[in-house]
T-cell receptor, first 111, second 111 residues
């Protein structure tokens, strides 16, 4: 069966520091991968999605970037964090059907 | 852009009561998904609907794909304390092919 992992589970970072969040999927090949941000426990904002290695689409202009160095690995990064980057970051995967399956999330607090 | 209007925004009910929530839009959707998110975790897929008029159950949960393809409903019968969480609808846009999420319904159940 398929599983999705996110690392780390929680993170506290100072303003201006870099960021790297990792998402990995097991048990499937060539998944579509997504990064979402959720503020205050409500609403999912799609940040990036990827249909294959090296293919990244950005949904909103922001201080973040994404990369997909391997088929089942998706990374969310920032060179300099802002206070507004705080939130709950969720990675999700899908196959050929519309259903998306979410990871456990990373709680990021920028201080 | 396309939006899903999810209501109610929150509900506080007594254990044993039935719950009903819905999502509406001015746009047509090809698929409707319902997710549940518990505090500090990622959303979990509950029910997927693929055809207009489709009625699908998952235990005490029942969801329907509206005939007009512009809405969907989720009902929970005989609520229990573990039903607490945020329920999200998501629709696959017929225009863009993207999954759009509602803002969520927060459910609290009093024992």
């Amino acid at each position: 069966s398929q599983t999705i992992h996110q690392w780390p589970a929680t993170l506290v970072q100072p303003v201006g520091s870099p960021l790297s969040l990792e998402c990995t999927v097991e048990g499937t090949s060539n998944p579509n991968l997504y990064w979402y941000r959720q503020a205050a426990g409500r609403g999912l904002q799609l940040l990036f999605y990827s249909v294959g290695i090296g293919q990244i689409s950005s949904e909103v202009p922001q201080n973040l970037s994404a990369s997909r160095p391997q088929d089942r690995q998706f990374i969310l990064s920032s060179k300099k964090l802002l206070l507004s980057d705080s939130g709950f970051y969720l990675c999700a995967w899908s196959a050929s059907s519309p259903e998306q399956y979410f990871g456990p999330g990373t709680r990021l607090t920028v201080t | 852009g396309q939006q899903l209007n999810q209501s109610p925004q929150s509900m506080f009910i007594q254990e044993g009561e039935d719950v009903s929530m819905n999502c509406t839009s001015s746009s047509i959707f090809n698929t409707w998904l319902w997710y549940k998110q518990e505090p500090g975790e990622g959303p979990v897929l509950l029910i997927a609907l693929y055809k207009a008029g489709e009625l699908t159950s998952n235990g005490r949960l029942t969801a329907q794909f509206g005939i007009t393809r512009k809405d969907s409903f989720l009902n929970i019968s005989a609520s229990i304390p573990s039903d607490v969480g945020i329920y999200f609808c998501a629709g696959l846009s017929s225009n863009t092919g993207k999954l759009i999420f509602g803002q969520g319904t927060t459910l609290q159940v009093k024992p």
